[in-house]
């Protein structure tokens, strides 16, 4: 049974239609600007299914209600689903003084929820801070059917060393080549950056990230691949943040961007319902 927050309203026609329960939850907000969740159905197991993008707080907020409100009807046991779990990028204290936000998130959804499933995090490590079980989902599958036949016999590249996981996963269901971008210091002013060890040349190449905000990364790596010579350039990213003119931007830049429906925008075409479903 799903109890759908406010950042999961744009999944809930397709959870439906695919045999998903829904626990009907009323969400408003008073008129001070606070939020108020009701929930109206009753059961002993939930599954709350809310991404927090913008505006975050209130929708991370609304979790810890969601969870209140379901101890206190009696549900026993809770699972919270947040396909883009905001704050994990924010996994490090740099300067004294800092927190690391997204342990702080954790910490708190744990005092409700008994597990927790989210999608291709910024870094999976930070799921230690759950307090109980958290799952790292990847959405590779969803990704690689989306692109299958747009790329042939193409690469899969991540725009930099840390992204490669990411795009083995891809790679590995399309049985493709996979590599990732690397700076490399040419001179004591100039930095250099391409993909190690593949030939893109007259080949389709996706891309693939876990966030596009300003679409900077993509546009730099779609430039250089464009300038070695590759054929068709397509973008899969899990989390689309765009920040205001970004689509824009990286679509002029690419054949194709499209992302997951973690976050709902004009290019979220690939969706992580079935994936919810199996959970
Ligand atoms: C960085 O570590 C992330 O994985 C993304 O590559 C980054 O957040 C993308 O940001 P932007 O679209 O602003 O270049």
Redesign the pocket.
Known sequence: MFVIGSGGKHLEKELRELGGEIIKVELRKFPDGEKYVRVLGSGNEATVVSSTFAPQDEKIVELLLIGDALREKGFERLRAVVPYFSYSRQDRATKDGEPVSVRAIMKALGLYYDELYVFDI?NPKTLRYFPAKAVNVSPAKAIANYFREKLGDGIVLA?DK??LERARAVAEELGLEYSHFEKRRISPTEVEMRPVDVDVTGKNVLIV??????????IKAANILRKLGAEGIFVGVTHGVFAEGAIERVSQAVNELAVTNTIPTPVSKISIVPEILKL
């Open positions: 910024h725009p840390g992204a990230d876990d966030i596009i905000s300003t679409g900077g990364t993509m």
